[in-house]
């Protein structure tokens, strides 16, 4: 059976945030795969009306040729308080966002906390389970692994919008695992966790081997 895409739009009372990087996305992963890209009906009309007002919505899109599937949850972003690091498997690919992610599922589950860093076999940090990172540094600067299994919406938004003065600077660079005591701190960041709403976990939470 050809492989199902998925989709994650986040809507705050009902409008669909950053919605061109997701079609954009849909259409580059058409293009690569080999099939046509559906066309996204109107999400803020067929959000559900309790969920409009006030709200952070969830929207999951599972497609490929044609939509599979729409669903709209209320949002409550995780917690996380512990943290591992663990080793992605050789030549593991995960540049276009595939429904099927059990391995990296099994990784997170694997490690006994309640996140994992990835790191691939140069020992280079790429991702969580579920997002992308970005360290912070004692300076204050912000960094995200140059090497992510998936260049999501948020942090191609992150590193390329004007972000104003007040913003933290967001740069690329590439962390390895013994580079980790040169940060204090990890941000977890997807389409459902802007900068300003991101899950922040102190890295002296990181178990040690």
Same mark, same amino acid.
């Given at each position: 059976?050809?492989?199902?895409?998925?989709?994650?739009?986040r809507l705050?009372?009902?409008?669909?945030?950053?919605?061109?990087?997701?079609?954009?996305r849909m259409k580059r992963t058409a293009t690569d795969k080999q099939f046509e890209v559906p066309?996204?009906?109107?999400?803020?009309?067929?959000?559900?009306?309790?969920?409009?007002?006030g709200s952070t919505v969830k929207c999951r899109i599972i497609y490929r040729d044609s939509i599979?599937?729409?669903?709209?949850?209320?949002?409550t972003p995780r917690t996380i308080l512990t943290l591992a690091l663990a080793k992605l498997p050789e030549d593991f690919d995960y540049s276009y966002k595939y429904l099927r992610r059990h391995i990296l599922d099994e990784?997170?589950?694997?490690?006994?906390?309640? &996140?994992? @860093? /990835?790191?691939? %076999? &140069?020992? @280079? /940090?790429?991702? %969580?389970?579920?997002?992308?990172?970005?360290?912070?540094?004692?300076?204050?600067?912000?960094?995200?692994?140059?090497?992510?299994l998936l260049n999501g919406t948020m942090r191609q938004t992150l590193l390329k919008e004007d972000k104003g003065s007040n913003a933290p600077m967001i740069k690329e660079g590439?962390?390895?695992?013994?580079?980790?005591?040169?940060?204090?701190?990890?941000?977890?960041?997807n389409a459902m966790l802007p900068f300003e709403k991101a899950i922040v976990c102190p890295l002296s939470h990181l178990k040690r081997k």
């Open positions: 059976m050809p492989a199902l895409f998925l989709e994650t739009i705050e009372s009902g409008i669909p945030q950053n919605l061109v990087r997701h079609v954009e066309t996204l009906p109107d999400l803020e009309d067929l959000c559900p009306t309790e969920l409009r007002h599979e599937s729409i669903s709209f949850d209320a949002y990784l997170r589950l694997a490690s006994g906390c309640d &996140e994992v @860093l /990835l790191y691939n %076999s &140069e020992g @280079l /940090l790429c991702d %969580s389970s579920f997002s992308n990172l970005i360290f912070e540094r004692e300076d204050g600067v912000w960094i995200t692994p140059d090497r992510p590439s962390i390895r695992i013994e580079d980790l005591p040169l940060f204090r701190r990890v941000a977890f960041i």
